[in-house]
């Protein structure tokens, strides 16, 4: 049934609209990429295993553009894949999966990241509510491993992830959040054991595919090049300072 599933994203966009997407982002890539966040965002219940209802797909403006008047239709093919999909691993519910798109202008041409969420929209009467429900995860971006080519096809286009990474002197912690503390509480996401560091010092803040530091009021502050920042936005290789501790941030792909 996936397989067929697949096959009907291919033919909706193969033609005219085929060689257009030959250098964009993938409707079938989407679709397996939206089953592995499913299957890595899994919730043990007393008896069930649940996993996230929402998605929001963020594309770069030229690739949000490609599906002008035909979204409506992808959005309801990738919705019956992942309920075909959870189906299949007897994953539970608590509605049917929901696809939402957003355009992140911070996006290339063939990136695009993906973010879940457990909603509850409304409970029917007996229905067992899941051992927690999570708040919203970090949005993974998905990059091509190399530039497409007019040749490329759906099925050889590779992808692979992208993850935010934290390291300073002797600590390193990929941050798997959308919104992670920095502080020398061991209450803190990262934790950072130096005594001018305070319990909650700063946070990550990760928007799209943007993210931000942001201090939370330290008492020593949060600099930047020697200076003091309150919301700062982080690049690739950016260093900044909270105590005694320079720590850098990186991305990596996976």
Known sequence: MLRGIEQRLERVFEGVFGRAFRTNVQPVELARKLAKEMDEHRSTSVTRVYVPNEYTIYLSPGDREQ???????????????????ASRESYALLTPPRILFETDEDLGVGEFGIATRMAQYGRQAGEEEPAEVPSPGATMVYKPRTQPTEAASAVDLGVEREVAVLSWSG????????????????????????????RRHAEIVQEGSTFWLVDLGSTNGTEVDGRRVQRVRLADGSRFTIGETTVTFSTERE
């Open 67 to 85: 599906f002008e008047g035909y979204e409506n239709s992808l959005v309801s093919e990738l919705e019956e894949y992942l309920s075909e999909h």
């Open 171 to 198: 600590g390193r912690r990929v941050l798997d959040q959308q919104r992670s503390v920095l502080g020398r509480s061991r209450d803190a996401d990262v934790r950072i054991e130096d005594p001018n560091v305070s």
